[in-house]
């Protein structure tokens, strides 16, 4: 036989083999049944969360910041 044609024939044995195993993969996974999930129910618990501040945050932001009004020296020049 001509090397060539041994050649083609090997490539062709290959293919036909992988092609096999690709079917029967196909049809083992199948027919394996999906597994069902189970549904676990989780229920929040209250939390306390420690504050680092004594004082709430609305008096913290009252007396930090103060309006500048621009007064008549600074603008009549």
């Known amino acids: 036989m001509n090397r060539n ?3 083609v024939i090997v ?3 290959l ?8 079917w029967l993969r196909s049809k083992v996974t ?5 597994q069902t ?4 129910q989780v229920t929040p618990t209250p939390v ?3 504050s680092p501040s004594a004082t709430p945050a609305e008096e913290e932001a009252t007396g930090s910041t103060k309006a ?5 020296s600074s603008t009549d020049k």
């Open 30 to 34: 199948s027919v394996v049944s999906p």
């Open 5 to 7: 044609v041994s050649i």
């Open 15 to 22: 293919v036909v083999i992988a092609g096999y195993l690709v």
């Open 68 to 72: 500048k009004t621009a007064t008549s």
């Open 48 to 50: 306390a969360i420690a």
């Open 11 to 13: 490539i062709l044995v």
């Open 37 to 40: 999930e189970q549904q676990v």
